[in-house]
């Protein structure tokens, strides 16, 4: 079996829950103390043993660029001093991943994001990460426990978990049938559904694998909710042809699309940085 070796980032959106901020700024620069969201999903990437970032951005976006590049400048002017080694980690993904990048002309839903980023891609299993969604373990990162299912299952993996029934409507949502602790055979899915219409409180969030079957379904499917072209259409019919894993990752997720879920991360990751 083809082994998961590319990560694929959306990273096009606007970010309008952060405006002013955002104005001309990518959200997935906004930092969780200091390191900006982008680098916890590069990083959560590596953990999983890849090395290959795609990123697909859009209007307004070159710091994520900069951001995993050389500033020659700045880097002189700290050379030598304490300040240095608060790049260190910048430097360690810069020297060991490589990125690649393309943009999303038109704003048409993840669905899209992720067809546009397949050029990037080619014919092989990928990770999908959505950096507004920063997720934090103890031990084995979110990624790799779902690439670890895939390896074993051979098939798209996404990763869910419980919400309250009244935020149905924020997320995919998934129903289906238990295989074993925590892996669920998806038989439906829906996007943003109301509470009541909700197949479950199982939500997905913004982790992925894919098997490259997924450009062909996405390439024939239609627009669904909002009129934008969603991955949780085409996941519902990969998971009817051939099966689709959701995986209940260890962990806690953070929704730093929102501001309180923003706040929440930022205070857990100051206090863990305070007591190592
Ligand atoms: C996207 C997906 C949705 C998923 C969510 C996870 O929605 O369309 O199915 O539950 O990410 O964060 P978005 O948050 O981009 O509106």
């Known amino acids: 079996m083809a082994t998961v070796k590319k990560c694929l980032f959306p990273a096009a959106g606007y970010g309008t829950r952060f405006l002013p901020a955002t104005k001309s700024m990518p959200k997935e620069m906004l930092p969780i103390v200091t390191k900006p969201l982008i680098q916890y999903g590069v990083e959560e990437a590596m953990e999983a043993g890849i090395v290959d970032m795609a990123i697909v951005t859009g209007r307004g976006k070159r710091a994520l660029e900069d951001h995993f590049d050389i500033s020659y400048e700045l880097e002189h002017q700290i050379a030598g001093s304490d300040k240095e080694s608060l790049l260190d980690e910048t430097r360690a993904v810069m020297e060991q991943c490589t990125f690649s990048y393309t943009r999303q002309v038109e704003m048409k839903g993840l669905g899209h994001a992720i067809s546009v980023g397949g050029r990037l891609i080619g014919r092989e299993p990928f990770a999908v990460i959505l950096a507004d969604d920063y997720c934090v373990t103890e031990g084995v990162g979110v990624l790799s426990q ?76 239609p627009p669904g909710k909002n009129g934008e072209i969603q991955i949780t259409d085409a996941l519902l019919t990969q998971a009817r042809r051939g099966g689709v894993i959701g995986c209940k990752f260890q962990g806690t997720r953070f929704d730093c699309g929102s501001v309180g879920g923003f706040i929440d991360a930022t205070n857990y990751t100051f206090e863990k940085t305070q007591s190592e």
């Open 146 to 221: 779902m690439v670890t299912l895939y390896e074993r299952f051979g098939c798209s993996v996404v990763a869910i978990e419980e919400v309250p029934r009244e935020e149905t409507f924020r997320y995919g949502v998934i129903a289906g049938e238990e295989e074993e602790s925590g892996v669920i055979r998806i038989t439906n899915m829906v996007e943003k559904p109301a509470p009541e219409a909700a197949p479950s409180n199982l939500a997905i969030i913004g982790r992925y694998v894919l098997t490259p079957e997924i450009f062909d379904i996405l390439d024939d499917t």
